[in-house]
């Protein structure tokens, strides 16, 4: 039983542990920050000039 617990645990930490790296990559990868400043998000003048 203890093995099966100890198992389980180092499973659910491992699991843990990659999500972890993938999620933080993934998102130093992607760099929001520099998606906006390559290309900002566009004005919608018809709707502004529309009144």
Same mark, same amino acid.
């Given at each position: @039983? $203890? &093995? @099966? $617990? *100890?198992? #389980? &645990? /180092?499973? *659910? !930490? =491992?699991? /843990? $542990? *990659? /999500? !972890?790296?993938?999620?933080?990559? #993934?998102?130093? %990868? &992607?760099?929001?920050?520099? %998606?906006? =400043? !390559?290309?900002? !998000?566009?004005? +919608?003048?018809? #709707?502004? =000039?529309? +009144?």
């Amino acid at each position: @039983m $203890i &093995l @099966m $617990i *100890v198992t #389980t &645990l /180092g499973f *659910v !930490i =491992s699991l /843990g $542990i *990659v /999500g !972890i790296l993938l999620h933080y990559f #993934t998102n130093k %990868a &992607l760099n929001l920050e520099d %998606a906006k =400043s !390559i290309d900002p !998000i566009p004005n +919608d003048e018809v #709707t502004e =000039s529309g +009144d």
